[in-house]
């Protein structure tokens, strides 16, 4: 699953609906429509809430109407948004610029409870089972190392010793752990990005 990161003071404003839109130079993810995404705090690394993108055009900074800025904060001019844009990707934004113009929907986080009752529903006695023992073996040997895993290439090998700690898990169990203990589902990708390739705008 892709993951986009966004400033601090952008995430109160995307959990209340305010912002249902998000702008991306120099596209790396290669994003497209139908994408399902986690978004990450930038500041924390943690993640905040996971979306599909509903929508997607791509235009050039210069050509941005109205309609295009519908549900991403406002700029009191061409000036700011240059001089907000610039500050994320550098100086060689200007109005010729692309940008992938997103517009995503905010997925709703079931209970627990929820999860785990329509998971045995769904796959019947044997695979809860299976899914019990694996949600136990998950939570006690697999997160905790995990957690601790540094967001930082301070280790000599780092993706060696993320995949030293992989387990195969399915989707189900990861989303059910994530409403658990309340951890991103992608910290092998976060920190394999970091790395690997060079900082990230915060994104807006």
Partial sequence: MKTLKFAPHLVEKILSGEKTSTWRLFDDKDLQKGDEL???????GKQFGTALITSLTTKTLGTLTDEDKAGHEKYSSDDEMYASFRNYYGDKVDENSEVKILTFELKKKQSIKVLIL??????????AIA?????????VLYWPPYQKIPLDNQKGDLANEISRLDLPLGEEIKEILSSWVNLPLNRHQLCLEKSTTPPQADGV
């Fill in 131 to 139: 899914f019990l023992l694996a949600l136990t073996i998950t939570s």
């Fill in 38 to 44: 986690i978004f990450i705090n930038k500041e924390s």
């Fill in 118 to 127: 329509n998971f045995l529903k769904n796959k019947g006695p044997i695979p």
